[in-house]
């Protein structure tokens, strides 16, 4: 039996040829050059979209230009990641760009991702979470354009980024606790105090605890990210002798865990410890779990990072800054019990 194969690929002098003008025209038109007439431009792109024309990727970046961007993300657990790929997919859908994925953890260092992506010619890099220090982006921000998301350097001028208040956040969580009677809260947090997300969570978290005269409840428990560290992690902390009756958690894949952990240990949420999580992802509302959560857009800050990549790209060299509000979104696993204190 014949093996089935895929169509020869169209070439660009087919392309000339079916539209009836040179390959050099051609080239013109999809390097957007200046001075292609219009009517030229129509034939072109007329004739690319009959035969389907895709040029190469090689060739595009020998003249300059990939049409590629890249996404670095931290690990592909954090179903929050998703949200802010989606947002990214959505503003470049109506232009020529599209993205390449690197993952960070747990096989690959940051700094090797970036060389790989770089290698691969991208145009610009959406940094998401990263805990290098400030001159470590500054100094990869100088060799192409970047933005850097879920990164507090609101002085720096080399780079964007796009971030929620953390550290707002973080208070709303506190504050909702203390209201629903849920006083002496503990925060499990990352084991990366470097990150700068956490650092502010951290910090909104020891400020809202000392605001409402609670500081000497102040316990930041901090944790790896692999779910058997959470996992232990949890069931140290729910087994202390005096429990805490709340946990403010950094993340919601770590909340739900945290939820796993206790219901295996026959306690229930909030009634034996009230659960937080941060991001409100989908996972969130979920019946089975029904998790109070910090809200932060995904999709927007995704989105809002790729258009200002796209105009530093462009040529933009002005830095631009955006801090998305927080909002507590409120569901049982945090509502008040007559019992709280």
Known sequence: ????????????????????????????????????????????EASIRELNYRPLAAARGMRGRTYTLGLVLPDIRNPFFA?????????????????????????ASEDAVIEAMIDRQV???????????????????????????????????TFDTVNTDDQLGARLAVRHLVANG?????????????????????????????????????NIVRVGSA???IVAGAKRVLDEPVRPRA????????????LSVASDMGLTSPNDVAIVGYDNSPVCALAQNGLTSVNQPGAVLGQSAARLLLERVG?????????????LIMRASSAAVSTCG
């Open 182 to 218: 849920f006083l002496a809260t503990t925060m499990f947090s990352l084991d990366r105090p470097e990150s700068t997300i956490i650092a502010q969570r951290e910090l909104g978290y020891r400020r809202e605890m000392i605001r409402c005269g609670l500081s000497e409840h102040i």
């Open 1 to 44: 039996m014949q093996e089935d194969r895929l169509p020869p690929r169209v070439t660009i002098r087919q392309v000339a040829e079916n539209a009836g003008v040179s390959v050099s025209a051609v080239s013109k038109v999809l390097r957007d050059a200046y001075g292609v007439s219009a009517s030229l431009r129509a034939r072109v």
């Open 315 to 327: 040529g933009r060299v002005s830095a631009q800054h955006i801090i998305l509000q927080p909002k």
């Open 247 to 258: 946990l403010f958690c950094w993340s919601d894949l770590v909340a739900v865990e945290v």
């Open 123 to 157: 145009e610009g890099i959406i940094l998401v979470g990263t805990v290098n220090v400030e001159a470590v982006v500054d100094a990869l921000a100088s060799r192409l354009p970047l933005v850097a998301l879920g990164f507090h350097a609101p002085t720096m001028r």
């Open 227 to 229: 779910k058997a560290q």
């Open 83 to 107: 949200e802010i790929l989606d947002g990214v997919a959505s503003a470049l859908a109506e232009t020529q760009y599209q993205v390449m994925i690197g993952i960070t953890e747990p096989a």
